[in-house]
């Protein structure tokens, strides 16, 4: 009770206080796009007018301080959901942002959602009077920094700090100002971290600047780099302890520690110049004495195995520091340089030159160095400190203890190491016991390998060996039969035999090698950024060979040591030849690749070469490496790298010369834009560079004036937008598509060499011109040699490229070619995606090369002269040697499959061009004409009698002409053989005919569906659906060319049809006409399967058809899935899964890019071009989600239903489809809500009305069902839901209630009417969200395709309740009750549209189904969409009956609350439309009410109450005429008027007094009395009920505790209208057990006597109780009656009751006014603020009371926030912060731990003891999430 209680106190602070609620989206914690919530859904706020007095809103709502930026123009990206608010103005003193003035409505997009920037209230903390990872805890605040005090400062608390600071966790938690004193002010003390929290502010504490302390009580903290698990205490012996992390950022207590921070400079990851962090700054170690065991030391400090070597003489360059070590003299076991021998601290007789230096082992130590691992003694040491003892004592009995055991304090296996071979490859020993040992091979595999691999360091192993492959160890076998999964982090997590217990020898050692085995890589003989390629292997640094080395190979060496990317890749040992064994040889990398060896290559030395050959890289570098980060590839945030991290630029000076120099830097020509304030988002690293000034002639920005200390923030960030270096790329010396590839360069256009040019290349060029691809690419200076410099050589794309300068080459202007090789490409210019192959059916192929654009003119679709375009004009090809093979190629690059003839003389009419081609020489396999032999372009000897023509088969169109057809027949007009279709999509739109050089349309005086067919015909499409007019897509802007078309439907084109002649009219632009055509596979269908499931058939020459499954894939399944009106596939199936078909097989070989509209646009042989059985029929299962989009065509009229059913196609389906005409089969309710509404229908591409002459309920029932509901509840009339603005198309409607739809009904006429929309007609619909409930005698082509059993429905019920009934096999069957529960009848509900179920119910409850009964055994989750998601039996498998049907009640009102009262009592809301609304109280009586308390989890209810006895609501009034039996188990299963159908105001609002609550907080009247008892028994709802639960009446069964605490007092009933006493004659435990259940706890400590708790005032109720101890309440004990009694009040009886939240039990002599009272004032709200502030008050004796603020703090006030439903608190408020209260104070003194649940649970003065004045009245700030 008190959850829920608690539930709705918070959601109704957040609601009521808060009214959209506000986040951040698209940045990080504090920043990021502004979105409020309303209406249920998340939307944007317009940034007119924002500035930073709305980000501050924003912000301080947010719980943040205040706003460092308010951001603009879709900072943080676009959102998605509606624009809520524009044209914000706030003041700032706001403490929501819908305080702030603004407008609702907008004229906005998302391109302008706003955004803030936040400041969080302590988010800078740093370490002082330390180092790099220790020190004082400091944090800002108000502008300076302040320290911690050290009050409850603990290790938890530390790893917040060090977290917050990128470490990744604390080593130490240091009091007593270890560190040092600080000066600032003390800003936090009694700091309670969980643990978890992402900064300190997060924490628990006093209060910012709230505290007791001083400076010697500062906090500090050692942080660590990696998770170490020792955690060392100050009694640690530091020699015993490991040195965890790469970089060991760690101070050892009781030890040296003074240098601990160490690092290696001038070199790579594993090596480089020694350099120790010493008085602030980093200095060198001098190489005097300088040996391994010195180096084994800095190795093993920065977290690696051991070193390799020991450098001297500045190997890695002159460190510019002190030199802080000289004489360095370690015997190789230290854990630090300063443990070692020295000099003294910089007592040293050197200069840089003698700078030491180190090289690492590639072997990092996952946690502990070669000494000092978990010995015997190390674990008696520990088990010796406080810190350990208790748990280790407990967790390891001995050392012999099972690992998994203790593995999470201590892992005795955590060291393991490779011994006997390389770095990555070796025998596997483990530490154990002070020494290394081995592992048996015996069941040795790559699991267990995986895990030691890991374990070192490795992503993973590539093998496991066995049999001493790396040599038999010496030590002791540890591990046998090791088993590991796989997921294990070390060994000894594994299953295995034990500790040392095996059966083996070392003859059998295991071994593993693991991935990356090169992954240390150096450069040699050069600089920092180039040099030659070497690789550590086997102890030793080797080369690369140069054979197939090109710059993909560099790119993953560059990459691997840190670059950006390659410049070059040399050979020919161009930085001096290596003199190690060469490694690799013939490298090839894709160039994705982390590190070479993942490359392909001949193998490890294996290799044909010389060390004349080692390879070398250039990679791209600078002093400090740059980059462009949160923008595009040329865009972004300005970062430079520098001491092993990104950092950013400040912008302070930033202009275009500094912009210039960091474009150029990175390659580009130049800086288009300089950004600042961190235009493309603030960086997270080190701010470098400040003040810089360039002059504009600088190479690198670091060449720039500049400081290296800023004053900045990273909202000063500095930004550039760079021009590309090659971004401007024509073609030359071709066409448009085509020609010789030119780039900008220097100021200069240049060409590029075609060595290694390729189809991939090119289509880079191609993409970057515009164009969808490449057809070809060209060489050898194909397009004629250029003139000016050669750009680029060696082009090396992968294609994904945006542009030529991304992909690899060989240099800007290096190269080794002349202009005899310049490259060139081919262009394709249509959204082809498929490049053809040579196999591709020529039919698909598409046109390439200079005369791609070919037409024929003078003829028909299919035949006429052949015609060229050339030089931006039309020409012909002289008919000198045409023949066939030449008419092929023509009809070919037309589309067609093959030509039927070729003509000569001009048999299509003499051109007017130029003469393009002469003596044209086909072989006939050429893509397109200009690829055969000819004279040459425009080089003939001919006239234009000499024309060439053609006539092609294989069209679409299916009356073409034969061979046998007589020219003479052919038609010869065709002047307007040109048409499309524009303003539409691809088979739809506004006609359009190309007429004396120019697109003209044709006008719609007269045109009909015989001219829209000559059109599509000519289009290439069977016929056409529509006939449109009146410019419906649009009115074109051309000539008007046609005007009175008359066509016979038998002509070829158009022009062939009557007409008033070309360019005659009487038209305007309005009267344009259009078309809507039928594809040729336009119709398609699935059979042999389900609804959305089954095989592929498409109908072609009058039959269905099948397509065979060669390359049947997703992509083709999502096309014909999304052409029968489908989301997507879910499956595309082969092999005929859904049986064979019997028809032709239409089509093979698809290939569909996925986007196409239906299957005939995508790839294919041809039609009825194959070489398959029905046995590889294709089949697909689609979404079950239809789409919701209907087109605005093709809608069925009349005259297309007659011209349809006269055709052989579609008698048989359209009379299936159907029944009548079905014209109307989309409708809709406007102007209400989902189920209720105005009804219209779609006709003629609009929404119009239905007039309510003869509207009734059997038309209305006909509406409801086709919209997927059960039935009518009302027709209404009078245009009740406000009137339509479209035709009325239906008027005098009369159905027999049992149509599919409205058009089967009769009616006037489509259009016929004599109303207006004043008496459009309405329907309300029951209001089951089932969104189709087919009938059983709809028909099944009829019913939605969604699922396999996604159409499910409730029978033998109501609208929320009944038999299960699941379609499958075009009938409806049910389910079976086996296993059948609450999961399964969620899923049911869920999926008919409902929250959730209330029952899942067996036994035929809702009476025997009929049909099949199609799933058993049905087992949900409760996840599940819908039931074929749940496991099952099979369909239709089962071993069950009818009378085992299952059944379900799903609920409809989730959400239900009482509100404007207390926990029990309260105006009835119910959460309807994503808002709260309420209920009329007309009829409103107990049965509804009892209804409510039961749906809210109380037993019944007490009252039911009318006239806003808890105040008027605010929203709707959802319900009214309420009308329960009281059986119900929600509101929405009683009968009512319908969703928000009343005549009811607010002060009408229904309300409710719950009974059977644990609260002792009741309202004084109205409880369960002697005449409400007889009342309730009086019903026929309670009579059986009360009789069997309350033997005795249950009259008392509210009891409480008085005078004592929670769990303890005097024991009062509750008894007409008062509460009264019972008399302790006979009272004992048993009687006390039974109060103590009653109240909620489990059973009593104690029965008191005597008035133990004081003296009651009230009656004495009950006497001489006996008890059983088994009884529910005290009335059903035995006992004298009803106030029947001997007793006086020092007689009252009271119980001691256990199980209560609070740990402190009170005993009897424990006085009580010391002890915490809980329970009782679990009701609290905050009064004077806002939702999230304000006034503490408690509810306490019926009325308000405040709290005084005599000790209050956050601590306290995080209690009372959360028993709000916050998360915690910010503040605790006193002085009346908020104002003054009025009514009692209810507490002082408060003292709570924190961890309560309620005020009460915390120490207090006691209810009402207090010495205060309400100008102490407590208050609170709580965090709004």
């Known amino acids: 009770m008190q959850l829920w209680w608690l539930l709705v106190v918070a959601c109704s602070v957040l609601i009521s206080g808060n009214a959209k609620l506000i986040r951040l989206a698209g940045g990080a914690g504090n920043t990021g796009r502004v979105e409020v919530y309303h209406n249920g859904q998340w939307g944007t706020v317009c940034d007119d007018g924002w500035g930073l007095e709305e980000a501050n809103v924003v912000c301080r709502q947010l719980g943040f301080e205040s706003a460092s930026w308010s951001r603009t123009m879709a900072h943080y990206g676009q959102g998605t959901g509606p624009i809520l608010l524009d044209d914000v103005v706030c003041d700032g003193s706001e403490t929501f942002l819908t305080q702030c003035s603004h407008s609702d409505t907008h004229d906005c997009q998302h391109t302008e959602d706003a955004g803030v920037d936040c400041y969080s209230v302590l988010n800078n903390v740093r370490l002082a009077g330390g180092g790099g990872n220790y020190g004082r805890v400091e944090v800002y605040y108000n502008g300076q920094w302040g320290t911690v005090c050290d009050d409850g400062w603990d290790l938890i608390d530390a790893n917040v700090v060090c977290r917050q600071l990128g470490f990744e966790s604390a080593l130490e938690s240091k009091s007593s100002a270890f560190y040092g004193q600080g000066s600032g002010t003390i800003v936090l003390d009694d700091v309670d971290c969980t643990g978890d929290e992402d900064s300190l502010d997060q924490c628990r504490h006093n209060g910012l600047e709230e505290h007791n302390c001083v400076h010697y009580e500062d906090a500090g903290v050692v942080c660590s780099n990696t998770p170490n698990t020792l955690l060392p205490t100050t009694d640690t012996p530091s020699s015993l302890l490991p040195t965890t992390g790469v970089w060991n950022n760690v101070r050892l207590a009781g030890g040296g520690g003074v240098l601990n921070n160490v690092r290696l400079a001038g070199g790579g990851g594993n090596y480089g110049r020694v350099e120790v962090y010493y008085n602030e700054q980093w200095g060198t170690v001098c190489d005097d004495g300088w040996d391994l065991n010195d180096a084994h030391v800095v190795c093993r400090q920065l977290g690696f195995e051991s070193a390799l070597e020991g450098n001297s003489n500045a190997m890695y360059g002159l460190g510019s520091g002190p030199i802080v070590l000289d004489d360095v003299d370690c015997t190789g076991d230290e854990h630090s340089l300063d443990q070692c021998r020295h000099n003294g601290l910089e007592e040293h007789n050197c200069v840089h030159y003698e700078d030491a230096g180190v090289v690492c082992s590639n072997t990092p130590s996952t946690l502990l160095p070669t000494t000092g691992y978990i010995t015997e003694e190390l674990t008696t040491l520990l088990l010796s400190t406080s810190y350990f003892t208790e748990a280790l004592t407990t967790l390891l009995p001995s050392t012999k203890v099972p690992i998994r055991l203790w593995r999470w304090r201590v892992d005795i296996l955590n060291t393991v190491r490779l011994a006997g071979g390389g770095g990555n490859y070796g025998r596997v020993e483990v530490y154990y016991k002070g020494q290394w040992g081995t ?256 002059d504009g002639s600088e190479t690198s920005l670091t ?197 039927l003839e070729g003509n000569r003389n001009a048999l299509y009419g003499q051109g007017s061009g130029p003469i393009v081609l002469d003596d044209v020489e086909c072989t006939g396999d050429e893509d397109s004409l200009d690829q055969c032999r000819h004279n040459g372009l425009e080089e003939h000897n001919c006239g234009h009698y000499e024309d060439a023509g053609v006539v092609c088969s294989n069209t679409p169109n299916t009356l073409l002409p034969t061979t046998d057809t007589p020219n003479t027949l052919l038609p010869t007009t065709g002047v307007l053989n040109n048409v499309r279709l524009a303003g539409g999509g691809g088979n739809y739109g506004r006609v359009e005919v190309y007429y004396n050089g120019q697109w003209g349309t044709v006008c719609d005086d007269g045109w009909d569906l015989i001219d829209a067919n000559v059109v599509c015909r000519q289009l290439g499409f069977d016929s056409a659906l529509e006939y449109n007019s009146n410019a419906l897509y649009d009115q074109g802007s051309g000539p008007i060319v046609l005007d009175d078309v008359d066509c016979t439907g038998d002509e070829d084109s158009l022009d062939q049809c009557g007409h008033a002649g070309l360019e005659k009219h009487n038209c305007g632009h309005h009267e344009d006409a259009g078309v809507v055509c039928n594809s040729v596979l336009n119709n398609v269908r699935l059979a042999g399967g389900g609804g959305h499931y089954g095989r592929v058939e498409v109908y072609y020459k009058g039959q269905w058809g099948t397509v065979c499954d060669d390359l049947w894939d997703s992509d083709d399944a999502n096309v014909v899935c999304r052409q029968l009106g489908f989301e997507f596939a879910l499956e595309g199936n082969r092999d005929a899964l859904y049986g064979q078909g019997s028809g032709p097989i239409v089509l093979d070989d698809v290939e569909c890019t996925g986007d196409e509209d239906s299957l005939d646009q995508c790839r294919h042989n041809g039609l009825e071009e194959h070489n398959c059985g029905h046995y590889e029929d294709a089949g697909v299962v689609c979404s079950n989600t239809p789409s919701t989009l209907l087109p605005t065509t093709g809608y069925i009229t009349e005259e297309l239903t007659t011209l349809l059913l006269s055709t052989s196609y579609s008698t048989e389906a359209l009379t299936t489809l159907l029944p009548s005409t079905n014209i109307l089969n989309t409708v809709r309710l406007a102007g209400g809500g989902g189920n209720y509404g105005r009804v219209e229908v779609y006709y003629k591409g609009q929404w119009g009305t239905v007039c309510d002459d003869l509207w009734d309920s059997d038309d209305a029932n006909v509406v409801c069902r086709q919209l997927g509901f059960e039935f009518a509840l009302e027709g209404n009339r009078n245009a009740l839901y406000g009137q339509g603005s479209g035709p009325i198309v239906l ?357 008191n006597r005597n008035a133990l708790y004081g003296q009651g005032s009230g009656p004495i109720v009950l006497d001489d109780v006996e008890c059983t101890g088994g009884e529910d309440s005290l009335d059903q004990c035995r006992h004298n009656g009803l106030e029947e009694h001997n007793c006086r009040h020092h007689e009252d009886a009271g119980v001691v009751c256990q199980n209560t939240p609070n740990t402190l039990l009170p005993t009897t002599d424990t006085p009580s006014s010391l002890l915490p009272t809980t329970g009782v004032l679990n009701n609290v709200r905050l009064a004077g603020g806002g939702a999230n502030y304000g006034r503490v008050e408690v509810y306490y004796n019926g009325q308000w009371g405040t709290v005084c603020d005599d000790g209050w703090d956050v601590t306290d006030a995080n209690v009372v926030c959360r028993q709000l439903g916050f998360d915690s608190a910010k503040e605790g408020n006193s002085y009346a912060l908020y104002g003054q209260g009025s009514g009692p104070i209810v507490l002082d003194d408060v003292d709570c731990t924190g961890d309560e649940d309620f005020l009460d649970q915390c120490g207090h003065a006691g209810l009402e003891n207090h010495d205060c004045g309400h100008h102490e009245d407590a208050g609170v700030v709580c965090t709004v999430l």
């Not at 640094?541 to 670059?563: E, I, K, M, P, Y």
């Open 1291 to 1647: 008027d005098d409607v009369e159905c027999t209630g049992d149509e599919d739809s409205l058009d089967q009904c009769r009616h006037n006429g489509l259009e016929e009417h004599n109303c207006r929309h004043h008496e459009d007609a309405g329907v309300v619909c029951q209001n089951t969200p089932n969104t189709l409930l087919p009938t059983t005698d709809t028909p099944s082509s009829l019913l939605p395709t969604t699922g396999v059993l996604n159409n499910v429905r409730l029978a033998g019920g109501g609208g929320n309740y009944g038999r299960v009934e699941v379609y499958y096999n075009e009938q409806w069957g049910t389910v079976c009750d086996d296993g059948w529960d609450l999961n399964d009848a969620h899923v049911v509900c869920r999926q008919l549209g409902f929250e959730s179920a209330l029952e899942g119910n067996s036994n035929a409850m809702y009476g025997l189904g009929s049909g099949p009964i199609v799933l058993d055994d049905v087992d949900c989750t409760g996840d599940e969409h819908s039931l074929d998601q749940c496991r099952h039996a099979g369909l239709e498998e089962d071993n069950c009956d009818h009378f085992e049907d299952a059944g379900v009640v799903c609920r409809v009102f989730d959400n239900v609350r009482l509100a404007g009262g207390g926990g029990n009592y309260g105006r009835v809301e119910v959460h309807y439309n994503g808002q709260w609304g309420t209920v009329c109280d007309d009829g409103w009586d107990l049965n509804d009410a009892h209804v409510i308390c039961r749906q809210l989890g109380f037993e019944f209810a007490l009252e039911g109450n009318s006239n806003a006895l808890y105040g008027q609501g605010s929203g709707p009034i959802v319900l009214d005429n309420v009308n329960c039996m009281g059986d119900e188990d929600s509101l929405d299963q009683c009968r009512h008027n319908g969703l928000e159908e009343h005549n009811c105001v607010h002060y009408e609002d229904a309300g409710v007094v719950c009974s059977n609550t644990p609260s002792t907080l009741l309202p004084t009247t109205g409880y369960i009395t002697e005449e409400l008892t007889t009342l309730l028994l009086s019903t026929s709802y309670f009579t059986e009920a009360l009789t069997t639960l309350l033997p005795s009446t249950n009259i008392l069964n509210t009891v409480r505790l008085a005078g004592g605490g929670g769990n303890y007092g005097r024991v009062e009933v509750y008894y007409k209208g008062q509460w009264g006493t019972v008399c302790d004659d006979l009272w004992d435990s048993d009687d006390a057990n039974v109060v103590c259940r009653q109240l909620g706890f489990e059973f009593a400590l104690e029965g």
């Open 703 to 899: 060449q720039c004036s500049h400081s290296d200390t800023d004053n900045c923030q990273h909202t000063e960030d500095a930004g550039v937008d760079c021009y590309s270096v090659l971004n401007n790329v024509r073609l030359a010396g071709g066409g448009g598509n085509y020609g010789r590839v030119e780039v900008y360069y220097n100021g200069q256009w240049g060409t590029v060499c075609d060595d290694g040019w390729d189809l991939i290349d090119a289509n880079v060029v191609c993409r970057q011109l515009g164009f969808d691809s490449a057809l070809e690419s060209k060489s050898s200076a194909f397009y004629g040699q250029g003139s000016g410099t050669i750009v680029l050589d060696d082009v090396d794309c992968t294609g994904d490229e945006d542009s030529l300068d991304q992909c690899g080459h060989a240099g800007l202007e290096e190269h080794n070619c002349g202009h005899h090789e310049d490259a060139g490409v081919v262009c394709q210019n249509t959204p082809n995606t498929l490049l053809p192959t040579t196999d591709t059916p020529s039919s698909l192929l598409p046109t390439t090369g200079v005369l791609n654009n070919v037409r024929l003119a003078g003829g028909g679709g299919n035949f006429g002269r052949v015609e060229v375009y050339y030089k931006g004009q039309w020409g012909t090809v002289c008919d000198d040697l045409w023949d066939s093979d030449d008419a092929n190629v023509v009809c070919r690059q037309l589309g067609f499959e093959f030509a």
């Open 439 to 694: 592992v048996c091979d015996d069941l040795w595999d790559s699991d267990d390998a995986n895990v030691v691999c890991r374990q070192l360091g490795f992503e993973f192993a590539l093998e496991g060996n066995r049999n001493a492959l790396y040599g038999q160890g010496s030590g002791p076998i540890v591990l046998d039969d090791v088993e590991c999964t796989g997921d294990e982090d070390s060994l000894d997590q594994c299953r295995h035999n034990g500790l040392e217990e095996h059966n083996c020898g070392h003859h059998e050692d295991a071994g593993v090698v693991c991935q990356n085995i090169l992954n240390t890589v150096r450069l040699a003989g050069g600089g920092g950024n180039y040099g030659r390629v070497e690789v550590y292997y086997k102890g030793q640094w080797g080369t690369v060979c140069d054979d197939w080395w090109d710059s993909d190979d560099a790119n993953v060496v560059c990459r691997q040591l840190g670059f950006e990317f390659a410049l070059e890749g040399n050979r020919y040992a161009l930085y001096g030849q290596g003199s190690g064994p060469i490694v690799l040889d013939d490298v090839e990398c894709t160039g994705d690749e982390d590190s070479l060896d993942q490359c392909r290559h001949n193998g490890l030395e294996e290799h044909n070469c010389g060390h004349h050959e080692d390879a070398g890289v250039v990679c791209q570098s600078n002093a400090k490496e740059i980059r462009l980060a949160g923008g595009a590839g040329n865009t972004g945030r300005v970062e430079v790298y520098h001491n092993g991290q990104w950092g950013t630029v400040c912008d302070d000076g930033w202009g275009i010369e500094e912009a210039d120099v960091v474009c150029r830097q990175l390659g580009f020509e130049s800086a288009s834009w300089s950004r600042t304030k961190a235009h493309y988002g603030q960086g997270t690293g080190p701010i470098l560079l400040d003040d810089v000034v360039c």
